[in-house]
């Protein structure tokens, strides 16, 4: 069951290590900056197995992992493809459906129960009005999520299977120890069978 609540008077040490995480992994925010942010968080617990997003919503806020992993997907051919695997301390968003506010084709799942800080499109925007510090953050955002996305395209292009692998293990390797490895594949644009390959060193 998907409980979402906004960040009242007991959760607010909570939800400003949030905002503070969010600054930490995008630019440095002053003081003023931090407690708007933490204003507009909304809190949202997920059980493992519970969606975040479906296809044909509208994305309303990106979220901030607080604990446990998310996996975006789509679906291609009756076949799930994985997009990217999120965990604590990072960001995600649904990046085309966010920005347009129109109905997306991506999937959001718990791949664990979950706690995600969600940062709503319109209290993100009516900051930006009024903040260039907040502007700042969110352009930060849209240039990290392009950024990975232009990276994995180059990867699928440049690099071998067992390459691709162990650059998640270096850079990600609590996704490689804790998503299934279905979702692990599918991430990195191979079979199971391949990347069981891969692990057991014959790639």
Known sequence: MMVAQRCIYKNMDECRKAAERIAAHTIPLSEESVVQLTGILVRRELSKGDFFLQEGEIARSMGMVMEGMVRQFYWKKKREVTEHITYEDHLFVCLESFIRQMPGAFYVEALEPSVIYEVPYDGLHYLMDKNPEILRLYC?????SLLISQKKADARCRQSVGE?????????????????????ASLLGMTPETLSRIRAGKL
């Not at 930060?140 to 990290?144: H, M, P, Q």
């Open 164 to 184: 691709r692998y162990r650059q998640l293990e270096r850079e990600h390797p609590e996704i490689i120890r804790r998503a299934p490895q279905i979702y692990v």
């Open 140 to 144: 930060a955002i849209l240039e990290s």
